[in-house]
């Protein structure tokens, strides 16, 4: 199976072991939403946003029912979580989890990346696939994601389909 | 009855110093708990430039993969571990291809 992964094009490094391939991004683009804010979410998702990496781990109904009818994918980005440290990294692995699991329940389309910003907090497919678990996702679902998803994520955002 | 093991092969950021095996093992008992920490039993096997082989027990294999992608600085140097293959031998773990 093959995998990928999604960063910010400030990482300098181009591969890792274990990755088909790396797809970078750039942060003002409009292609995959990074941040968090209700409004701001849905305004990217009405205006072309294909997937959304909500940097606080907070989803309501309202932007689940957006999701749902654009068909975004939502994101779980990684380093959010590995930045932090001691009760503030449990508390963002709890939100994650209840994330994730929400989204599921919801029949929405999950992808599990680094989103790193430095190389620091890249991750090999291993490591993800482990720290999916750990938030409660199959571990069949998160090669699926690794795999098929962050593909057509990466390959949309480099305008290839 | 044999306790079954699996050995990682982990690339660090950067060069390992010879203070590592105890800078890693203090960092290890952090994230994994002094509870678990006895299941998971890592054992650093050797080192070679900025990669080395831990051997962990089976059932402790994921805390372990997951500890060592919360380790980000190891005494005051700033670090990150990517685990790229796993295998019950270290044979096929340093097997090419």
């Known amino acids: 199976m093959k995998y990928y992964d ?121 490591q993800l696939i482990e720290l999916s678990k750990i938030i409660k996702i199959r571990e069949e679902y998160a090669k699926y994601s690794l795999s098929e998803v962050n593909k057509r994520i990466g390959e949309y955002c480099e305008g290839k389909t | 009855m044999k306790v079954k093991h699996r050995y990682i092969l982990v690339e660090a950021s950067e060069e390992l110093d010879k203070n590592f095996k105890d800078n890693l093992r203090r960092e290890l008992i952090l994230c994994i708990g002094s509870i678990d920490y006895h299941l998971v039993n890592p054992r650093l096997i050797g080192i070679d430039g900025k990669e080395f082989i831990i051997k962990c027990s089976l059932e402790g294999f994921g805390k372990l993969v997951v500890a060592l992608s919360m380790i980000k600085n190891l005494n005051n140097r700033d670090i990150a571990f990517y685990t790229l293959k796993t295998s019950g031998t270290i044979k096929s773990l340093t097997s090419s291809g």
């Not at chain 1, 409009?30 to 909500?54: M, P, Q, T, W, Y």
């Not at chain 1, 001691?86 to 508390?91: P, S």
């Open chain 1, 6 to 126: 999604i960063l910010f094009d400030c990482v300098q490094r181009e591969k890792l072991a274990g990755f088909e391939k790396i797809f970078k991004i750039s942060e003002n683009n409009n292609k995959i939403f990074f941040g968090s804010g209700d409004e701001a979410i849905i305004h990217a998702i009405r205006h072309g946003a294909l997937a959304v990496a909500i940097t606080n781990f907070y989803i309501n109904r309202k932007i689940i029912a957006e999701i749902k009818e654009y068909e975004a994918t939502l994101c779980i980005p990684f380093s959010i979580i590995l930045e932090k440290k001691g009760f503030e990294r449990t508390g963002l692995l709890y939100k994650a989890t209840v994330l994730a699991k929400f989204a599921l329940n919801n029949k929405i389309e999950l992808s599990i990346g680094s989103f790193a910003h430095s190389e620091q907090f890249l991750n090999s497919p291993l």
